[in-house]
């Protein structure tokens, strides 16, 4: 039985942890293999906003980040839209 979960900053959500614990909020340390961001590192050691992470990957151009493949049929931009988040732009 294998849950999964979601990256709070590019809403990939195969996560096989959750990135943040429920009962904590301690990041886990895992680094999301969509978007790179490290939860609990990037965000708390390095201070670079879950926004401001979301907003740079985007302006990259929403690459893979882990060098396990992707899986297939992978869509950044559909994930993104998954989290609600309204997106300057369009
Ligand atoms: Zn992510």
Not at 40 to 52: H, L, N, T
Request: hydrophobic share 25%; with cysteine; proline share 8%.
């Amino acid at each position: 039985m294998s849950e999964s979960y979601t990256c709070p900053v590019c809403g990939f959500n195969q996560l096989t942890e959750p990135a943040y614990s429920p009962t904590t909020g301690l990041g886990s340390y895992d680094i999301c293999p969509s978007c790179g961001f490290e939860y609990g590192v990037s965000d708390d050691d390095d201070g670079i906003s879950q926004e401001q992470w979301r907003s740079d990957w985007i302006a990259k151009g929403m690459s893979w980040s882990s060098q396990f493949p992707q899986p297939e049929n992978w869509n950044p931009k559909q994930q993104v839209k998954s989290l609600n988040i309204d997106k300057e732009g369009e």
